[in-house]
């Protein structure tokens, strides 16, 4: 796949998915509404946007290097090549851990009971998807390099040096 087309296809998928999930059913939980409160509530909104930040930047990231190896995050349009660049020299699954590390940071910014559920929902689906489909995938399309990968590089808490 040309770099521009999986680019596209990237860029398409992430505001499917992601978008979805890190940005609409949020919205529709609490509607965005910042409650108001003293320097305790500041303070905890001040660590969501962090949270947030942290969130997005290697799930962001992640999707650039997919577009680089001329393919998609997607299961329909994957690359030819293992990614194992960016964040993923850290941890296996950086999308999935962006996505609840900037649900959980909305959680604190909106001060969301709701959303802290909702986070432990979408982990519990993401790990299930990956241990009965991306993993048997990857390792049937990748062979040997992804089974040495998975031996490396965890699955949920990243390591402190890249591999």
Do not use: C, D
């Amino acid at each position: 796949m040309r770099t521009t087309v999986a680019s596209a296809g990237s860029a398409a998928f992430f505001v499917v998915a992601p978008g979805t999930v890190v940005g609409l059913i949020p919205w529709l939980i609490t509607g965005w509404a910042l409650p108001h409160g003293g320097a305790p509530l500041r303070v905890a909104q001040a660590v969501g946007v962090v949270l947030i930040a942290a969130g997005l930047i290697p799930l962001l990231h992640a999707f650039t290097q997919f577009a680089r190896a001329g393919g998609t995050p997607a299961p329909v349009a994957p690359t030819e090549h293992l990614v194992v660049t960016g964040f993923n020299r850290y941890v296996r699954n950086p999308m999935y851990v962006g996505l609840v590390l900037a649900i959980l940071g909305q959680a604190l910014l909106f001060r969301s009971p709701e959303l802290v559920v909702y986070a432990v929902i979408v982990w519990i689906a993401t790990a299930s998807f990956v241990l009965l489909y991306e993993q048997p995938t990857l390792t049937r399309r990748y062979g040997n390099q992804y089974e040495e990968y998975k031996l490396n590089v965890p699955a949920w808490l990243p390591r402190l040096r890249p591999w």
